[in-house]
């Protein structure tokens, strides 16, 4: 039996029938089935437990006349990430805004969520940062065909479509590119999912070994550390999406 946080074992005593018995009707063996919910996934649905309660608050106490401190930090989250988004996107950018906002705040709590004792942070676990980059890859292609259509998007797999280039020339360029854009794509989902993965995992790794040698005074500084490279992978991996997005619907001039 792996060894398993308070909440994971709540969820394993009263849910573990149920989640074993969905796991085999998908053809999944279980390698524990009488505690089949892991460490990772329950964190990660605690903070989605949190958000939802949080984003609930949020909407019920809205007030243009006296907002409260948590809706002055969704604001200012908020012009942040739009702002950032015009700037790499252009204009129209602010229907991607919900999306990205949601993605960050979900990754930089399943980042912070690790520094309170008795959780973890869900994203050292290789799963989480790879259902978020899947996430990440699927929403950009979809935006991509959305705004160009499935034709003109797949053509941009296909290198340049600038008609005064030979026929000649662009054929065998297109079945070389081809490949080469395929990879490219899934490479970025590979891409998102170590760089976050590998960076709170790192970063969990140092903070228990500090804490078991030293337990006063050390830690702090690695807990500082943790807090900003918490911060800063959250902010890279929502940049990289902007970034993809751009790619995705930019037109071409």
């Given at each position: 039996?792996?060894?398993?946080?308070?909440?994971?074992?709540?969820?394993?005593?009263?849910?573990?029938s149920?989640?074993?018995?969905?796991?085999?009707?998908?053809?999944?063996?279980?390698?524990?089935?009488?505690?089949?919910?892991?460490?990772?996934?329950?964190?990660?649905?605690?903070?989605?437990l949190?958000?939802?309660?949080?984003?609930?608050l949020?909407?019920?106490?809205?007030s243009?006349?006296?907002?409260?401190?948590l809706?002055?930090?969704?604001?200012?989250?908020?012009?942040?990430?739009?702002?950032?988004?015009?700037?790499?996107?252009?204009?129209?950018?602010?229907?991607?805004?919900p999306?990205?906002?949601?993605l960050?705040?979900?990754i930089?709590?399943?980042n912070?969520?690790?520094?309170?004792?008795?959780?973890?942070?869900?994203?050292?676990?290789?799963?989480v940062?790879?259902?978020?980059?899947?996430?990440?890859?699927?929403?950009?292609?979809?935006q991509?065909?959305?705004?160009?259509?499935?034709?003109?998007?797949?053509?941009?797999?296909?290198?340049p479509?600038?008609?005064?280039?030979?026929?000649?020339?662009?054929?065998?360029?297109?079945?070389?590119m081809?490949?080469?854009?395929?990879?490219?794509?899934?490479?970025?989902?590979?891409?998102?999912?170590?760089?976050?993965?590998?960076?709170?995992?790192?970063?969990?790794?140092?903070?228990?070994?500090?804490f078991?040698?030293?337990?006063?005074?050390?830690?702090?500084?690695?807990?500082?550390?943790?807090?900003f490279?918490?911060?800063?992978?959250?902010y890279?991996?929502?940049?990289?999406t902007?970034v993809?997005?751009?790619?995705?619907?930019?037109?071409?001039?």
């Amino acid at each position: 039996m792996p060894e398993q946080l308070w909440f994971t074992e709540i969820l394993n005593r009263f849910f573990a029938s149920p989640a074993t018995a969905l796991l085999r009707m998908l053809h999944v063996e279980p390698q524990y089935p009488q505690a089949p919910i892991t460490n990772a996934f329950s964190m990660e649905l605690l903070v989605f437990l949190f958000l939802v309660l949080m984003f609930a608050l949020v909407r019920t106490s809205l007030s243009v006349d006296s907002p409260g401190p948590l809706q002055h930090t969704f604001e200012v989250l908020r012009g942040f990430v739009d702002g950032q988004s015009e700037e790499i996107i252009g204009p129209h950018s602010e229907r991607f805004t919900p999306f990205l906002v949601t993605l960050f705040v979900f990754i930089l709590i399943s980042n912070l969520i690790g520094l309170i004792p008795g959780f973890e942070s869900p994203t050292a676990s290789p799963e989480v940062p790879l259902g978020c980059a899947i996430l990440a890859f699927l929403y950009y292609n979809g935006q991509g065909v959305r705004s160009k259509g499935i034709g003109r998007y797949a053509a941009h797999f296909l290198g340049p479509s600038d008609s005064s280039i030979p026929i000649a020339i662009r054929i065998p360029l297109a079945i070389i590119m081809l490949p080469i854009e395929i990879i490219s794509h899934m490479a970025r989902v590979l891409s998102l999912t170590i760089r976050l993965w590998a960076n709170m995992f790192a970063g969990d790794l140092v903070i228990m070994a500090f804490f078991s040698m030293i337990a006063i005074g050390v830690p702090i500084i690695f807990l500082g550390l943790h807090i900003f490279v918490a911060l800063l992978q959250t902010y890279i991996f929502v940049l990289l999406t902007t970034v993809y997005l751009a790619g995705a619907v930019a037109e071409e001039h």
